[in-house]
């Protein structure tokens, strides 16, 4: 069984170093065993571990999920439902950030449709950052 540096690791996952031992100090992944000259040694499950919990990250689940989600992994002959679970507590999360960035987005694009170009006195970006009744999106909340 070959065993591999953190730099390697860090190379092969796409896992920055500091973000490593965070993880390792999170009890995310494993203690690597040490060489004599106190050098971490990791093993190719280390690696495939980083890679799911960068891939957990990108898709946006905090390190309590993906705690929850390793455990199941770690123990895969479990139902999904927790698995289920927290995929769909995450969707629900990401729908509602669109939501607010949807409206977000209408707010500036009614603020720059709305705009005279011509003096800040007449200026509605200015007039609507001012008064917070004006903001659609605030209204929709």
Request: with cysteine; net charge negative.
């Amino acid at each position: 069984m070959k065993n591999f540096t953190i730099g390697e690791v860090s190379s092969a996952s796409g896992v920055k170093i500091p973000t490593i031992r965070y993880y390792e100090q999170s009890g995310l992944i494993p203690v690597p065993d040490r060489t004599e000259g106190n050098r971490r040694l990791y093993e190719q499950a280390d690696i495939r571990r980083l890679i799911f919990i960068r891939h957990s990250r990108e898709l946006g689940f905090e390190v309590d999920a993906i705690r929850a989600l390793l455990q199941l992994q770690d123990n895969p002959d479990q139902p999904c439902t927790v698995a289920d679970q927290l995929a769909r507590e995450r969707l629900i999360d990401v729908q509602q950030r669109i939501a607010k960035l949807n409206a977000l987005q209408a707010e500036l694009q009614k603020m720059l449709e709305g705009c005279a170009h011509g003096r800040v006195d007449e200026c509605r970006v200015i007039e609507v950052l001012s008064n917070h009744d004006e903001c659609i999106h605030h209204q929709a909340l």
